[in-house]
């Protein structure tokens, strides 16, 4: 029981930590890269003392095992970058709509280049998630289908994040979440600082509001966040984790009420309930796969 219970309460946290990002994003007069590369670098710097200390503790990390995060952080990088900056040419309902497609990404590499099985009633629930989540966040995409800059870059941005968990499910089977997460981020920080550069982005002179919100995305969203669902793929298939973090976008909804004011219509809250189900009927489908699940 407990085994099952704490993967699955990690990836409550994780959604509702990630569920702020576009307001953070939104909130900081800084380009999206930027606020990408502080949220990442101020993160990491954080969790550094507690890397030593876990390295300490541990057993060195087998050097075959380092592409993982590796891969996974430049994956991020671009995740960040595509997505922030798509925030700035698109509404964030379809942002958030867009870069939720990630579980239909997750499993078509999962079928086609990994040859994992998956059963007709996985892509039931998929497709009933999707068709919940696009009614929650796209009333304005479902109205204006025509993509745009902004949502080009969200649906890349999707391609990257689904990446990112496919590697970081196998990554996660050899490496503990603390020390995995933290490999994440610098190489991540390392290539989103290059991306800056070469974009010519000013990375210093914000105001203060704008530094507290950098400090707000990085420890929130990043690093509860992050780490919560890097523990969650260490124990439950990624074709799981994905299709339920379509949740993020509902919370946003939810969360959007007081902090900005927004008010879900009825359509909207009707799409919730359907998202919720098509979420419950892909975890089901993946009932027999729990058990053969490795606790990393």
């Known amino acids: 029981m407990q085994n099952k219970f704490f993967p699955y309460l990690a990836l409550a946290i994780g959604i509702s930590a990630l569920s702020l990002s576009a307001m953070f ?5 800084a380009p999206g890269t930027v606020t990408g590369f502080y949220r990442l670098l101020i993160s990491t710097m954080f969790l550094t003392p507690l890397f030593i200390r876990q390295q300490k503790r541990l057993e060195p990390i087998d050097r075959r095992y380092l592409l993982f995060p590796l891969l996974a952080g430049i994956f991020t ?109 610098v190489s991540a920080t390392i290539g989103m600082l290059i991306m800056n550069l070469v974009l010519g982005n000013q990375l210093v002179n914000y105001p203060a ?59 909207q809250w009707i799409g919730g309930v359907i998202a919720l189900a098509g979420i419950y009927i892909v975890n089901q489908s993946h009932r027999p796969s729990r058990q053969k699940t490795p606790n990393a």
Do not use: C
């Not at 994003?25 to 007069?29: F, G, K």
């Not at 990085?218 to 298939?237: D, K, R, W």
């Open 209 to 267: 509001q704008t530094w507290v919100i950098f400090f707000a995305t990085a420890i929130v969203s990043q690093m509860i966040g992050y780490l919560a669902i890097s523990y969650a793929l260490g124990h439950l298939p990624a074709s799981i984790v994905s299709p339920t973090l379509i949740g993020q976008p509902i919370l946003t909804a939810i969360l959007a009420i007081p902090m900005l004011g927004e008010i879900p219509n009825t359509i």
């Open 25 to 29: 994003v939104r909130w900081a007069d």
């Open 77 to 185: 990088a671009f995740d960040f970058a595509f997505w922030n900056s798509s925030l700035k040419y698109t509404t964030a309902a379809n942002a958030t709509l867009l870069g939720n497609t990630a579980p239909l990404w997750v499993a078509l590499f999962a079928l086609f280049i990994f040859r994992e099985k998956l059963r007709g009633i996985f892509w039931f629930g998929l497709v009933i998630a999707l068709a919940g989540a696009a009614l929650v966040m796209g009333s304005d995409f479902l109205t204006h289908p025509t993509l745009g800059i902004g949502d080009l870059m969200a649906s890349t941005a999707a391609i990257f994040y689904a990446s990112y968990q496919l590697i970081t499910q196998r990554g996660r089977k050899h490496i503990d979440p603390l020390r995995y997460i933290w490999m994440v981020g």
